[in-house]
DNA sequence: CTGAAAGCGCTTACAG
DNA sequence: CTGAAAGCGCTTACAG
C-alpha cells in the first residue's frame, strides 16, 4: 500500500466523510471535547491518525475572527536617554501587535519610572483595573514583581517576564538571556585580550545597584570566570549611583590614579558609551572596553573604536515573542515554555552592521 | 474629528458598503486590476487610504488555497561527515516547506558532490526537466552556476542563491554573510587575542580552493583586516587539497616545525576540528584557534577549549529565508530583496548553548 | 466596466 | 450525542 508520505492534503471535510459522520463531530474530537460517543471518537481519533491530519492555521485563525477581543498589558520603564536600551523591546512588541491585532489582540502599554518603586507600584494598580487578559513585565523590583506575578497566578492571568528573571521563582514564563552565563562570557572575553594579570574593572552604573539582580548577577558571573580560571588579575569593583558623565568621569580618574595599569573595563549594563567617553577624555583609549547593548550611542562609540565589545540578547525579538507567547496562549492554548533563554550575541566594529536586535 | 489611530478593522465589504461598489470591484483597485474605471478607481482609493485599509493576511492566503501547486527546486551540496554544514540550510529549508505547503507549494530537492563539478551540471539538467516556478541554490562552481542564473532569468524563474555570492552578478537574489567582512572579523579577533608579533596561519583546506570564491574572499578579508591596520604578524597561508586527519597533521606538524611560535590558526571553513584535533595530537593547545560553522563536530571542540571562535552566519536561516523569500514573491508578487546579509555571529565555549542556527 | 455567488478550511451557535 | 448552516475576509470564475 502507497504511504500518503506526509501530503497530510486531507481536512476536517475528508475526515468527516470517511468516519460518516459531519464535520462538527470531526471538530470536537480534535479539539477534545466533550459529547461525543467513545466508539465515534475512536473511530475518527484512528482515521485522524492514519491521514497524519495537521489543521490548517489559517483557517483556524480565520474562523476565530470573530471570538471577543483578547486585551494585553505591558509594563516596561519608560524610554529616555538614560533608558534608550527599553526601545527595542517596545518596538518588538509593536511588531508583534501588528501581526496580530488581526486577530482581536489589543495591547495596552504601561510604564514607569525605573529609579522609583512607587511609579511601578502605580501603574500596576492601574493594570489591576484595566484587567487584561495577559501580562508582560520586565521584573526591575523584585518585591513588587513577585507580587505581581502571585496576583496574576491567582487571577489566571499569564504572564511573561523579559530581559531579567526573578530567580527562585516559577510562576510565570522568563524570555531572556542567562545572566549570569553573559557575565561569564564578557570574562572570557577579557582574559582573552588582556595578556598578564593586570587589573580589570567591573563597572556597575545605575540609581539602582543592590536589588539590581541583573548587575548583581552579571557580575557574579564575571567573577565566577576568573576563579573558575584562576586568573589572578585584580578585579576591582567601580559602583557609582551618580550615572551622569561628569561624575563617571571623575570617580573613573579617581581610579585611574590609584591603578594605573587597567587593562579592561567591563560595564554591566549598557551605560558603556558614557564611559567610552570618559576613557576618550583621560587619553585612555587603549584600554579594552566591553559592556552591554545595541543602543545608538553605544554603535556609535564602537564604530568609532572606543568600546571593543557590546554583549547583546536580542531585546526586540525579547519583546516580540513575549507578545507571541501570550497570544498563542491565549487563543490557541499553547503551552507556555518555563524558559526561553535568548542567545548572547558578541558585536564589534567589523559585525555590528550585520547585527538584528 | 476623532482619530482612526490605526485601528483599520474595515474590511473589503466596508469599503464596498462605503464606495456603494461591489467587493469585486474594490477587489480590483486593491490588486491594481484592469477594468475598473478611473473614476470608481479613485473613489475606492481614496476610502482605501482613509481607512487605511490592512489586507487580512489569512483570509488572502486561505482564499488562494485553491491555486494549483507551485514547484520550488533546491540544489545544494550532498550531506556527508566532511560537508555536515549543509545540513543547517537544509533543515531551514524543511522547516519553511512545513509551514508553506499547506498553500500548495511542493520543494523538490536536488544534490551535488561539492567536489565534482559534472554532478552539479548534472542536476542543474534534471532540474530543468523540472521546470520549477522558483530555484534555491549555492553557486559551489562559477562558471555552471552563472549559466544557472541566466537561464533562469529568461525562463522568468525567480532564483536565490545562499551561502555565497556569485560577485559581479545581479540577476539573482543573495541570502548570506558579507564573505570579506566575515573574514575581517575574524582577523579582528585574532588581533585581539595575539599579542606581539607572531605568526598567523591561514588554513585552506577543501578539495577546491582556486575556483572557490568563499574560501578566497574571506581570506582577502583577513589579510585586509591586518593591512588596513598595519600588523606586522607574518601571515602563512597553509592550501591542502587533501582533507583527511592525517594528511593535514602531517603538513601541520611541517609548518611547525618551520615557525614554532605560530600564534593563531584561521580555517576558512568548517574543517577546523580537524585541525583541533591535529593540535591536540601534536601538543599544540595554546594556539588560538578559530574557524567556521556551527557544525557538532566543531561544537564538540569549542567544549573541549580546542577551538575558540566559531563563526557562524545562520546557515538554517539561509535556507529557511530563501524559501519563503521565493514563496512570497511567487505567491504575492512580493517583490524579492537583491541582498539580504546575514548577521556574523561570534560563538564561543561559553554562549554557543544559547546559539540559534 | 461591474456584481452576485461560491469557495478556501475551520469554528460556533443553534436545533434536535 | 450529533448535524446543518452561517460566518471569518478574501479571491475567483462567471454572467451581464
Redesign the interface.
Known sequence: MKETSGKSLAGVKEIAKRANVSIATVDRVIHNRTGVSAKTKEKIQQIIDELGY?P????Q??AL?TRGTIRLATLLPNISDETEFWRAPLDGIRRAELEIR?YGIHVEHYFFDQNNRQSFARQVARIKKYKPDGLLFTPVFPEESKQLIKDSATANIPCVLINSDLPGFDNSCYIG??IF?SG??SA??VS??V?GNKPVLIANIAREIDNNYAILDKEHGFRT?FSDHKLANPLISFNTTQTDYTAVKSKLSKLFKKHEDIAAIFVTNSRVSVVARCLEDLGKKKVLLLGHDFTSENVHSLERGLI?FLICEKPEEQGYRGITTLFQNLVFSKEIEKTY??????I????Y????N
Chains 1, 2 share one sequence.
Open positions: 495537521q490548517n492555521v489559517l483557517a485563525r480565520l475572527t488581526q538571556p542567562d552565563h561569564y562570557l572570557q572575553l582573552y585580550c595578556k570566570y571593543d533563554l535568548m542567545p548572547i550575541d558578541i564589534t566594529r567589523h559585525n552592521r550585520y547585527y538584528r
